[in-house]
């Protein structure tokens, strides 16, 4: 499985020149492991190692220095970001999609049900408006998505990973492609396979991806069918642990099951006129409810061998022995799981590429330039 000429790169957290072999590396995973062709993307011009070293050499220093001082005040910052870098490249490629506000009555990506949750957006705006300051109208709002995850990753405990810029912003957002390609967290092992397979991750990189589940938090809409009332039995999902149940039932509560059923298990039901303010008020779960601060990965996959998975999907990844031999392997070998995280990460935020001469550079990562 594990392709040579990968490992070289993928955790080499300093400006060694074994970076400098990315672009063909990362050439190479969109091509052939995306099994798109060039001529499919019209020849677009390459990613390249700090793309910005002319036009902006400070970009990248401004970015992880705002993505840390706005850590150290706000602790959502990791979370929103790790998420928001997943919703964008996940629909049409990374290439801020998701960051387009509505205009004219057209429907945006932000909106659409399973984006309903996102945080992040004010963060985006202030390291870009910051980008701005210094070279107006050069960094696109594509790189600063996938540069400020990665920073999130390194906050959490996670690994670093070498990136690429010069990705363009697209001047469309994908409103309808969003709310039915996003996995939805009632999804069963087969459905998740299918959808990161259609990406080009494989088993092991999606089960490594889904190690992002370590950080954030979960909102009660998205788990209580599973504490209360599972598939229509008026009793919990059996496969949860019962004192993990009781937890989890201690911070959802009963009353909670009147609100509105999530948008997310009914797309086809949802207006699109959801708030998003409303969510930061919900009940929710943290997702290292056990303090797992230190540990970004292997107790996640350890809370998933102990029927501790919070979403439906996570516990999912220990259904089949295909999946959940990763999910032992990764709960007991820490540096495997950020050698593998760490890849699956620059293997999604490459998706799709949007590079010179197409695509743009927005100037409010919000609105088409
Ligand atoms: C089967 C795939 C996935 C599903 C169904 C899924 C679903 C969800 C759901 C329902 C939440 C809770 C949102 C809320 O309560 O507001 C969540 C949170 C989160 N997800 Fe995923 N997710 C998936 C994969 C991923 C991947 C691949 C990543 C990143 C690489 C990711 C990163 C996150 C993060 C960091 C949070 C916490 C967000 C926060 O606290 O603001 N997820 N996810
Ligand atoms: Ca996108």
């Known amino acids: 499985e594990t392709k040579k000429g990968f490992r070289t790169i993928t955790h080499s957290p300093s400006d060694s020149p074994s970076i400098l072999v990315a672009p063909s590396m990362s050439r190479s ?6 099994a798109k062709k060039p001529e499919d993307i019209g020849n677009p011009r390459p990613l390249e190692y700090d793309f910005y070293r002319k036009s902006c050499p400070q970009a990248e220093k401004i970015i992880r220095s705002k993505v840390r001082s706005l850590y150290e005040v706000r602790s959502d910052v990791a979370p929103a970001l790790l998420r928001l870098v997943f919703h964008d490249c996940f629909i049409e490629g990374c290439d801020a ?16 049900p399973p984006n309903e949750t996102l945080k992040g957006f004010d963060l985006i705006d202030m390291i870009k408006s910051q980008l701005e300051e210094a070279c107006p109208g050069v960094v696109s709002c594509a790189d600063i998505l996938v540069l400020g995850a ?63 589940h370590s950080i954030g938090t979960i909102h009660c809409r998205f788990i209580l069918n599973r504490l209360y009332n599972f598939g229509g039995t008026d009793e919990p999902d059996p496969t949860l642990d019962p004192q993990f149940l009781d937890l989890l039932r201690s911070k959802c509560n009963d009353s909670h099951t009147s ?10 039901s949802d207006d699109g006129s959801a708030s998003r303010s409303s969510s930061s008020q919900e009940p929710g779960v943290e997702m290292d409810y056990q ?24 516990q999912q990844l220990t259904a089949e022995e295909k999946t959940e031999a990763w ?8 540096s495997l799981f950020g050698r593998d995280f760490a890849r699956a990460m620059m293997k999604l935020s490459n998706l799709g590429l949007l590079t010179g001469p197409m695509g743009q550079v927005r100037i409010s990562c919000s609105k088409v330039a």
């Not at 995973?29 to 995306?34: D, E, M, P």
């Open 29 to 34: 995973i969109f091509f052939s492991k995306i």
């Open 97 to 112: 999609s998701v960051l387009l506000d509505a205009v004219d009555g057209i429907d945006s990506e932000k909106e659409s």
């Open 150 to 212: 990665r920073e999130s990753v390194v906050l959490a405990g996670g690994p670093f990973y070498p990136l690429q810029t010069g990705r363009r912003d697209s001047t469309l957002s994908f409103s309808e492609v969003a709310t039915y390609e996003l996995p939805n967290p009632q999804n069963d092992l087969p459905q998740i396979v299918a959808s990161f397979a259609s990406r080009g991750f494989n088993e092991r990189e999606t089960v490594s991806l889904l190690g992002a």
């Open 259 to 268: 609100l509105s059923p999530s948008p997310l298990l009914s797309p086809s």
């Open 291 to 314: 303090g797992r601060g230190s540990g970004f990965g292997s107790l996640y996959y350890r809370g998933l061998l102990e029927s501790k998975g919070i979403l439906y999907v996570d």
């Open 327 to 334: 999910v032992r392997a990764y709960a007991s070998d820490d």
